[in-house]
């Protein structure tokens, strides 16, 4: 891959694997229906390409994941026997399916290990040590093996025993998954090419105040839909009806148009946005501009003219971050915004980076994933570099050189 080079961690690549056990943490909590069939196997995927090399370069692989939340117990549908299926099929080749993660069992498993072969460790979540980082815990993981990889960004902002605390035992580097993670957030943090325009929407303010602060330093210009933009509207004096105002966060709305003002970042809000009695399929909804949102309606999605607006700042980008859908995507009233959105990123020449969670969702389901330069597999982490935190399962990594200081 073209990295720039910011990820100063050890890779899968720095690491000598040949006749090695190496355990690597992946991310297999994959959706599933009610008879616990996989319904999407795209985190599986994402793997593949750090298994492979491993498998390639002559090392022994362990997986291990978690899976649901069984809170420390065993749990049937939690078991990680369709998962082991599943990449056994994709992989072309068997995964020996263990009971546990550690205990004697496991040791000896691990032991009679061939070069190539491939052992899916039980939900590493069974065990409440896990999530606690219990530090005997993650001794008995890193006992199974020579070295230790992580490839699971979805997991990287938890200081969990498989995610932190076992690559304080073990040679450690990240895998093909997690670098591109880091090296696409980072490029476009540090370095990217300007414009940078960021887009932000979702539900509250509240989650995103760390994201909005540390983007007003880096951007170019901030575009705020969805219910969090109410708030900030309401802090410019408008009325906004029954739209979701997060009251508590109304200074700090006040501060950041403040900031932006004085920093020169261009801070774009709703001009007109679409209205109903309430979010529901069969609503009626309506376009008005944000002077003239009527008392008794909510705000559910933003108006054509604000697209036109998003949509003229998109095409001058160089680069995109984008998180949040700006309206309810999930009710086709409301899902013209985010339509518009995911479009105009689709459609521009410019680095274009789609957080996780739900922003991940709507691309996919407009048919546009292909289309992004890069979509975060991992909600919370990626928001977490979006605040311009460090991760604690990378800090845990080695670095890729001693470090001078
Ligand atoms: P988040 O998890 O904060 O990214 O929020 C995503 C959710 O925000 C989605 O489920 C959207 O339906 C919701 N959302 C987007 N726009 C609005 C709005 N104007 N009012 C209420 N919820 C919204």
Redesign the pocket.
């Known amino acids: 891959m073209t990295g720039v080079g910011l990820v100063r961690k050890k890779t899968v690549r720095d690491l000598d694997l040949a006749g090695k056990r190496v355990l690597v943490r992946v991310d297999f909590n994959v959706p599933v229906d009610e008879e616990g069939r996989i319904t999407d196997d795209a985190r599986i995927r994402a793997a593949l390409p750090t298994i492979q090399y491993i498998l390639r370069t002559g090392g022994k692989v362990i997986l291990v994941s978690h899976f649901g939340r069984p809170e420390g117990k065993p749990v049937p549908e939690y078991r990680l026997d369709r998962v082991a299926e599943r990449l056994a099929e994709l992989l072309e080749q068997p995964v020996r399916k263990l009971d546990d993660c550690v205990g004697p069992e496991v040791e000896r498993a691990v032991q009679q290990m061939k070069p190539g072969e491939v052992i899916l460790l039980e939900n590493v979540r069974f065990h409440p040590e896990e999530e606690e980082n219990d530090p005997e815990f993650a001794r008995a993981l890193a006992s199974l093996a020579d070295v230790y990889v992580n490839d699971a960004f979805g997991t990287a902002h938890r200081a969990h025993a498989s995610t932190a605390g076992v690559a304080r035992y073990l040679p450690s580097a990240a895998g093909f998954l997690l670098e591109k993670e880091l090296e696409e957030m980072s490029r476009a943090l540090e370095a990217p090419a300007r414009p940078l325009v960021a887009i932000l ?4 303010v509240s ?2 105040i760390g994201v909005i602060e540390n983007l007003l330093g880096k951007v170019d210009a901030l575009l705020i ?6 708030t900030f509207l309401r802090a410019r004096g408008l009325e906004i009806g029954r ?2 105002l997060d009251r508590e966060h109304l200074d700090f709305a006040r501060r950041m148009l403040a900031e932006a003002q004085q920093r020169g970042v261009k801070l774009v809000l709703p001009v007109d ?1 679409v209205v109903a009695e309430r ?1 529901a399929e069969d609503a009626v909804p309506r376009v008005v501009p944000v002077e003239e949102i009527p008392p008794d309606l ?4 933003i108006g054509p003219r604000t697209c036109r607006l998003f949509e003229e700042e998109i095409a001058r980008a160089r680069t995109v971050i984008w ?9 086709k009233p ?1 899902a013209e ?2 339509r518009r959105v995911a479009l105009a990123l689709a459609n521009s020449r410019a680095r274009t980076i789609v ?1 996780g ?3 991940a969702a709507a691309v996919e389901a407009l048919g546009v994933l292909d289309r992004m330069t890069h979509v975060s597999t991992g ?1 919370g982490a990626s928001l977490k570099l979006l605040e311009g935190k460090e991760l604690p399962a990378v800090e845990a990594l080695a670095d890729r050189e001693p470090s001078l200081a």
Do not use: R, W, Y
């Open positions: 929407g979702g539900k509250k989650d995103k839909g969805g219910g969090m933009a109410f739209s979701i946005v979010p909510m705000g559910l999605d998180n949040g859908p700006p309206g309810v995507f999930e009710l409301f915004g985010t957080g969670g739900d922003t909600g």
